[in-house]
């Protein structure tokens, strides 16, 4: 007689709590999957350092999404590395820069065009996801991923031009 009333009651706690699980699952995972934008990546960057980003990354792999972002002063370069849903900053690392290291800035005479702006007229040529954007000797060297496919896309940052294009699979 007991067997009879514990096995109703087991299976009837088993599927309330199936329920309950199933919903926190459900809501957690709509509110974790949000990956923030570059944007927002490098205005955290900036709040940690005062300088310049000079290349934000976003890398995925099977364990965590991550930006890397590199920052750069007058004297150091750091290399930072956020969690691309909270946007928590993991690690972070310092050097000193050797004189030959070329100082971007944002008031560069040769840089008419902002990161933005590179990344629209990237955009223009192949729709997807930015996954990279670095400036490095006058070029915006933009990563886009669509699929099974990437591309690798240079903007010249003077005049807004793109100077090649690349596409490859995925591997």
């Given at each position: 007689m007991k067997k009879i009333i514990l096995i109703p009651a087991f299976v009837g706690v088993l599927g309330v709590g199936a329920v309950i699980g199933s919903t926190t699952l459900l809501t957690g995972d709509a509110e974790e999957k949000k990956v923030l934008t570059m944007q927002e990546i490098e205005k955290k960057a900036l709040a940690v350092v005062n300088g310049t980003v000079a290349d934000i990354e976003f890398d995925q792999n099977r364990n965590r999404s991550i930006y890397e972002v590199e920052v750069q002063t007058e004297t150091e370069?750091?290399?930072?590395?956020?969690?691309?849903?909270?946007?928590k900053l993991l690690k972070q690392k310092k050097e000193l820069r050797d004189m030959d290291?070329?100082?971007?800035t944002s008031t560069n005479k040769t840089t008419k065009i902002t990161k933005e702006q590179a990344i629209e007229k990237a955009l223009t040529k192949v729709k997807?996801?930015?996954?990279?954007?670095?400036?490095?000797?006058g070029l915006y060297e933009i990563e886009i991923k669509n699929g099974q496919y990437e591309y690798e896309i240079?903007?010249?940052s003077s005049t807004g031009d793109i100077i090649s294009f690349e596409q490859d699979i995925e591997d």
């Open positions: 370069e750091y290399d930072l590395k956020f969690d691309a849903f909270t946007g290291d070329h100082y971007v997807g996801t930015v996954t990279k954007i670095k400036l490095d000797d240079d903007v010249d």
